[in-house]
């Protein structure tokens, strides 16, 4: 469809999609009085419809000022809403054709047919808000990653059609254009040395610390101001680093995930960063140089959350959890990498050692969150491709971003591949590193101590991700589903030059913003 046939079949569907909604928020409303069940699906129903209205509102307003490729992935997934909502909308009027023909046929005096009558409406009004809530939710985790993939966009028109839209600071429209805001050079409503400070007192801090494992360097302690749990994040600086560069990405990074909301990003919310001395950590390798700048960065744990531990000690310990748990774990760790690329920044350190997973009491697994920032920077940024040669690190990297001096540029595909390794790990819920005391071992449903000894490093770390591959292929759908299966295979072959790249050729991946990578990641991987 041409640019123009498109966005005017994007308009209609976004009109339709306003009227469907108010057409069965008017029916609902008629009940919310009458039992405080109805009345509390009321309010889920409204609430997940006004966040709805805003960003299809948003997504009108600043049609024309998107990219075409991401014009068509809206326009699918407006389609999809509108076949959700037209579904519903016509069930109801079945419904109240049905009960207006049946009542129509009922003598005035027949008490019973009308007590069941209104029975038999509660219990569709029931049913309906119940499927409504159901599908909204499913369409908002479908489309709330794209959403945020606006924030990649460098456009004005798209910063000012936010700052017309926004009306309250809880919108989502809010939300999107604090982080562009962050992320941009010159923020249009606030310059950077008016913006409140992001760094903390270090007496902020409780003195009592614990440690979520002995394989990270992560602390749990209180934040002393209201005694808030809070999980302390390392991130170390060579002595090569300027400083004036380190605090600038680590002040954008915190300002970032400030805003971020933890329920659909999978990211804690920061608090703050404390501006530490220089200091040697316990997993900082014993030939690397003393860093010469640390930062603290301290999360809030959500308050319904306790007891955190490691992906990697969930997966060494082994105990079996309900499938449709680890499905949401995958799925939770998928969006949260979408996140942090669509703020505008890589991770590079993605691996079960820098996933926490806390208790939430409702539960067996948990909920996780991606921490581990220790090697991030900016995706804009440039890159001085450095490494190591710890074979357990380079096993969640791309065989071309391995050992000292890395072969390639870092870019969004490497965290991809990186997670892709994760997910395989879950799938088969296996660690495919061990810790141990002389430090770690492959896993055991890995045989890679022949290639690990390989003289040839390249050529033993793409021997690796092929046993990898074939693993997700061949292992997987027994445990995990066909689907599951490709998704992790898609992951894993993200960088491939061939036809094996599940996200398409090289070049028809490469542009600007980063916007279509998003755009194959959200629907091979994320959806």
């Known amino acids: 469809m041409d640019p123009i046939g498109l966005g005017l079949a994007a308009f209609a569907t976004v009109d339709l999609c306003m009227k469907y909604g108010q057409r069965l928020r008017a029916f609902y409303n008629d ?53 959700k909502l037209q579904n519903a909308v016509s069930k109801l009027e079945k419904f109240l054709e049905t009960d207006a023909r049946d009542s129509s046929t009922t003598t005035a005096g027949v008490h019973s047919h009308k007590s069941s009558g209104i029975k038999l409406r509660y219990v569709f009004c029931k049913d309906s808000m119940r499927k409504t ?100 994040d390392t991130v170390s600086y060579s002595p090569d680093t300027e400083t004036e560069l380190a605090v600038s990405h680590v002040r954008d990074l915190a300002r970032v995930l400030a805003a971020n909301d933890p329920s659909t990003s999978g990211l804690l919310t920061c608090q703050g960063v404390i501006k530490r001395p220089a200091r ?35 997966l060494v310990s082994r105990v079996p959890h309900p499938l449709d748990e680890r499905f949401d774990l995958a799925k939770s ?49 440039g890159t001085n491709r450095q490494g190591d040669t710890l074979w357990e690190r380079n096993l969640y990297r791309h065989p071309r971003r391995q050992g000292v001096c890395p072969e390639d540029y870092y870019k969004m595909q490497h965290d991809i591949y990186s997670l892709g390794i994760c997910l395989l790990e879950i799938g088969l819920w296996t660690s495919f590193v061990i810790p141990d005391d002389f430090g770690f071992q492959p896993g055991p449903a890995l045989s890679i101590n022949q290639a690990l000894s390989m003289k040839d490093k390249v050529k033993a770390a ?66």
């Not at 140089?289 to 990697?312: A, G, I, Q, Y």
């Not at 491939?496 to 755009?519: H, S």
């Open 462 to 527: 793409f021997d690796i991700k092929r046993q990898l591959t074939d693993m997700a292929l061949t292992a997987l759908p027994l445990s995990m589903g066909t689907r599951y299966a490709n998704l992790v295979v898609a992951c894993l072959t993200c960088l491939d030059p061939d036809e094996t790249n599940r996200f398409g050729k090289k070049e028809d991946l490469q542009d600007e913003d980063g916007v279509v990578v998003g755009i194959q990641y959200i629907e091979k991987v994320v959806t």
């Open 31 to 83: 009940y919310k009085h009458r039992e405080d069940e109805i009345h509390g699906m009321m309010l889920a129903v409204e609430s997940s419809f006004l966040k709805t209205e805003w960003q299809l509102q948003t997504v009108r307003k600043i049609w024309n000022s998107l990219d075409q490729r991401l014009q068509d992935h809206f326009a699918n997934l407006l389609q999809h809403l509108e076949n």
């Open 333 to 381: 760790l998928a969006r949260s990498i979408m996140f942090v690329h669509t703020s505008g920044f890589v991770h590079k350190n993605v691996r079960p050692d820098t996933i926490i997973v806390f208790n939430s009491g409702t539960l067996s697994l948990g909920k996780p969150y991606l921490i581990g920032f220790e090697r991030f920077r900016p995706l804009a940024s």
């Open 280 to 314: 040697r950590s316990s997993t900082t390798p014993s030939w690397s140089p003393t860093p010469s700048l640390s930062f603290d960065f301290v999360f809030e744990v959500p308050t319904c959350l306790h007891t955190p531990k490691l992906l990697r000690d969930l």
């Open 133 to 232: 809530i159901e599908d909204l939710k499913r369409w908002q985790e479908e489309f709330d990653p794209s959403w945020y993939l606006m924030t990649l966009i460098a456009n004005p028109v798209i910063d000012r059609g936010l700052q017309d839209m926004q009306d309250t600071h809880d919108s989502p429209t809010h939300q999107l254009q604090k982080i562009r805001n962050t992320l941009s050079k010159t923020s249009p409503s606030t310059s950077t040395s008016e913006r409140p400070t992001i760094f903390l007192d270090p007496r902020s801090l409780g003195n009592e610390r614990y440690s979520i494992s002995p394989s990270s360097q992560a602390i749990l302690t209180s934040y002393s101001s209201n005694n808030t749990q809070v999980i302390i």
